[in-house]
């Protein structure tokens, strides 16, 4: 249960500094992965919340999944996307 806190606050806190990267820079890739990241944070403090029964339910697996496809989304954006403005 603490290391679920642990990675949800970690995660949360994460997901802030690509915030404050994007405020700075206006590149998407940071909102991408901040919106992956704060995701992720509100998942495992769910899944604490619920009493840490078991990860391989499906809320929590789909969660997973939504994770990993923002963090793809985000490279595939910066790769195959138009630059962002400057």
């Known amino acids: 249960m603490f290391m ?3 990675i949800s606050m970690g995660s949360a806190v994460v997901a802030l500094l690509f915030l404050r990267f994007w405020r700075i820079s206006h590149e998407r890739l940071f909102l991408w992965f901040a919106a992956a990241f704060l ?11 619920q009493g840490a ?23 595939a954006d910066k790769n195959l996307g138009k630059p962002a403005p400057r």
Do not use: C, H
């Open 4 to 6: 679920l806190g642990m």
């Open 39 to 49: 995701l992720e944070a509100m998942n495992r403090a769910v899944f604490a919340w």
């Open 53 to 75: 029964g078991d990860e391989a339910a499906l809320p929590y697996l789909l969660a997973r999944i939504l994770f990993f496809l923002l963090i793809i989304g985000g490279v």
